[in-house]
């Protein structure tokens, strides 16, 4: 079998085209995720009967459902509900958006509720205001607690990432089907495409698990 | 020392005005009626110790006072403020009022001088500077001055307990409540808490305390106050406290303490 790094040279700028779009996808829906996660995990731990009913709602649909079939659903049965023509790029963002607020909302639920309740306890007993009770007392050990699964979930929302090429939305794995199709390099194609995959996912997953085993020594402690 | 003066008939420890009041405040969890009509008054300098057997609502009480326990009926006023009461009056009474808890519930994550200037930065809008400087002084005062950059987790329960004791203090508080400040402590290092707390109460703080130290509420207290089955039982000076209790469920748990 020849391996023809041709190939591969010249699909470099379409490579690199949907890498990028790839990332931004990532970033921007890790962003909205977290304004929805931080939403729904509030709704759940604060909330009323309604709002907690609501963002239960939320999380077991989106963590339940085939991310798969989420991108379908919000790429070809939103726009007819919303009555709206909505492109793929945004189809893809809104999709993956919702998917990472439902797992994004456990794992800041899961984060905050490491932190022992004496510690709100002796803010309140200061007096100390509730914007300072959440940013210096609540949210930096809860930080520390979730960095872990916050790193373990990004490698899985890039993985994420490659379904939405089912909507022809020009991410990494599009682009390299697309040359593919066009040179049948499929070898080449797939293969190049795996190994920057890889290079993305391993140092993260690598993180994930150093900074799992150091809060473990941490607690363990 | 102020502590110690002799106590008949009340009235000559600090000023007649009361500082904390409770006017038969009632407070249950579910169908569990946890408080059962507590009425009582601190006024301000005074020493009050509250004792009895676990369960009998004693941290339950001293909560309700800096409104970390909502209370179902009754009401409680600290400096003319009153609880219930909104957001507002809840802050304003716990900048007022210090407390120190069993477990010293450190912030983990701040160094103990960010453990201590925090609040007085955010809630009462001192300088980094100012909160500095009063957090070394009172470190000073609870004698670990040296201690000033390490972290809770690096200093011994007895440290730690200072620590949050100077945080409590930072505040600038009316009064102070203690709950089972020496619990959690390995015996050798109880002395040195307590040393702290006798120093505040040379000072004139106005303190109640909640403690199994017996020989430790005897020598400090005013007043001390007996607690069992979620009511106030007896009110008295550590003389006839210690002395000839007349009430039953008293004598019985001091029995058990011999
Ligand atoms: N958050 C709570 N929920 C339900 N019951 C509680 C809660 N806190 C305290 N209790 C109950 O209230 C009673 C009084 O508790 P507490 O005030 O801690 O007593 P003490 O400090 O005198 O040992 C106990 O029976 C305890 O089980
Ligand atoms: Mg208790």
């Known amino acids: ?221 | 020392m102020t502590g110690q003066s002799e106590v008949p008939s009340g009235g000559m420890v600090g000023s007649d005005r009361p500082l904390i009041s409770c006017d038969s405040i009632h407070k249950s969890y579910g169908s569990f009626e946890v408080l059962r009509g507590i009425s009582t008054s601190v006024r301000s300098g005074e020493v009050v110790c509250i004792v009895g057997p676990s369960g009998g609502g004693k941290s339950t009480f001293l909560r309700t006072l800096n409104g970390l326990e909502g209370i179902q009926s009754g009401s409680i006023t600290v400096n003319g403020l009153r609880l219930p009461g909104n957001r507002k009056v809840l802050r304003e009474i716990r900048r007022e009022v210090g407390m120190v808890f069993q477990s010293f519930n450190l912030f983990g994550h701040m160094s103990v001088r960010d453990n201590i200037t925090l609040a007085p930065i955010t809630a009462r809008g001192l300088s980094r500077e100012e909160a500095n400087e009063r957090a070394e002084r009172l470190l000073e005062r609870v004698g670990i001055r040296d201690q000033v950059d390490k972290y809770p987790g690096q200093l011994s329960g007895g440290q730690q307990q200072r620590v949050a004791i100077a945080r409590a203090l930072a505040m600038e508080p009316l009064a102070m409540l203690f709950d089972e400040p020496t619990s959690a402590l390995d015996p050798e290092m109880i002395k040195e808490v307590l040393d702290a707390i006798r120093e505040l109460a040379r000072t004139g703080m106005t303190m109640i305390i909640v403690t199994h130290e017996m020989s430790f509420a005897r020598e400090i207290a005013d007043r001390i106050l007996f607690f069992a089955d979620g009511l106030l039982q007896v009110d008295a000076t550590p003389e006839p406290f210690f002395g000839c209790p007349t009430n039953e469920r008293l004598r019985a748990f001091l029995s058990k303490l011999l």
């Not at chain 1, 991310?67 to 049965?77: D, G, H, M």
């Not at chain 1, 945004?90 to 607020?101: H, K, T």
């Open chain 1, 1 to 221: 079998m020849d391996f023809d790094l041709h190939v591969i040279e010249n699909g470099i700028p379409l490579l690199m085209k949907g890498l990028i779009t790839t990332i931004w996808v990532c970033g921007a829906s890790l962003g909205i995720g977290t304004v929805l996660g931080s939403v729904a995990c509030l709704s759940k731990l604060y909330g009323n009967r309604q709002q907690r009913l609501l963002a239960n709602a939320y999380v077991n649909l989106f963590r339940t459902v085939p991310e798969l079939v989420v991108i379908f659903w919000v790429y070809s049965c939103l726009p007819l509900f919303l009555n709206v023509r909505l492109s793929a790029p945004i189809c893809g963002l809104v999709a993956m958006s919702l998917y990472a607020g439902a797992y994004l909302a456990e794992i800041f639920r899961a984060g905050i509720l490491a932190v022992p309740r004496g510690q709100t306890e002796a803010g309140l007993a200061l007096g100390i205001p509730t914007l300072h009770i959440w940013t210096a007392i609540i949210i930096p050990p809860a930080l520390r607690r979730m960095a872990p699964a916050l790193m373990g979930f990004l490698t899985e929302l890039i993985k994420v990432s490659a379904l939405l090429s089912t909507i022809a939305v020009g991410d990494l794995f599009y682009e390299a089907s697309l040359i593919a199709a066009e040179t049948f390099r499929y070898v080449e194609m797939i293969s190049v495409v795996a190994v920057i995959y890889f290079i993305m996912i391993f140092p993260l997953s690598m993180i994930a698990r150093y900074k799992e085993r150091r809060l473990r020594a941490e607690i363990g402690h």
